[in-house]
Antibody, heavy 120, light 113 residues
Framework: EVQLVESGGGLVQPGGSLRLSCAAS????????MSWVRQAPGKGLQWVST????????YYADSVKGRFTISRDSSKNTLYLQMNSLRVEDTAVYYC?????????????WGKGTTVTVSS | DIVMTQSPDSLTVSLGERATINCKSS????????????LAWYQQKPGQPPKLLIY???TRESGVPDRFSGSGSGTDFTLTISSLQAEDVAVYYC?????????FGQGTKLEIK
């Protein structure tokens, strides 16, 4: 059974940093591209970032480019999101999601999310 | 960026009746080489993460009831629930995976009448 468990969320002041983690199990981690998707309170889904199975390719939404860095450690079956220079508008539930395969197609597995609150 | 626009924003349907949600993309999301539309539908129930329902516009994910179906091509897509059940109350999102950024529609909230 596919399991994705996010951690690392919390309350941080504007300008601060957080690192989110997503522990993956139940599938061959290195064979799947992975993504972070967020959802602000009461709002819809927003794609944040995607990384290839091998980690060599990464893409970002314009709203986080230059501030967030996605990475993965296949030895630990873990996906990361380093978030710097956080803004109030980054407040959201952050979901980790797996793609169906190596390519960036549809996301067929989701974690339960971790909450990030940016506030002074 | 490809803008995904869903209609309606909310929908109230009686149990056993048909529910139809539309999704329009600002650009064509059809891969001409494979003749596949890069369009997925997700269901999000209150307090839960999204769940994949449909991919390639019309392929049902394993385990998804056959009352859910997807159709459309190019820029216009539809999610249909043929006979609404109580457990289908949720927000439904379409998403294109044709181009970065992989944009979602704003969501359609489905309720029971």
């Amino acid at each position: 059974e596919v399991q994705l468990v996010e951690s690392g969320g919390g309350l941080v002041q504007p300008g601060g940093s957080l690192r989110l983690s997503c522990a993956a199990s139940g599938f061959t981690f290195s064979n799947h591209a992975m993504s972070w998707v967020r959802q602000a309170p009461g709002k819809g889904l927003q794609w944040v970032s995607t990384i290839s199975g091998g980690g060599g390719g990464a893409y970002y939404a314009d709203s986080v480019k230059g501030r967030f860095t996605i990475s993965r450690d296949s030895s630990k079956n873990t996906l990361y999101l380093q978030m710097n220079s956080l803004r109030v508008e980054d407040t959201a539930v952050y979901y980790c999601a797996k793609y169906s395969g190596y390519d960036f197609y549809y996301m067929d597995g989701w974690g339960k999310g971790t909450t990030v609150t940016v506030s002074s | 960026d490809i803008v995904m626009t869903q209609s309606p924003d909310s929908l109230t349907v009686s149990l056993g009746e048909r529910a139809t949600i539309n999704c329009k993309s600002s650009q064509n999301v059809l891969y001409s080489s494979s003749n596949k539309n890069s369009l997925a539908w997700y269901q999000q129930k209150p307090g839960q993460p999204p769940k994949l329902l449909i991919y390639w516009a019309s392929t049902r994910e394993s385990g998804v009831p056959d009352r859910f179906s997807g159709s459309g091509s190019g820029t216009d897509f539809t999610l249909t629930i043929s006979s609404l059940q109580a457990e289908d109350v949720a927000v439904y999102y379409c998403q294109q995976y044709y181009n970065v950024p992989y944009t979602f529609g704003q969501g359609t909230k489905l309720e029971i009448k």
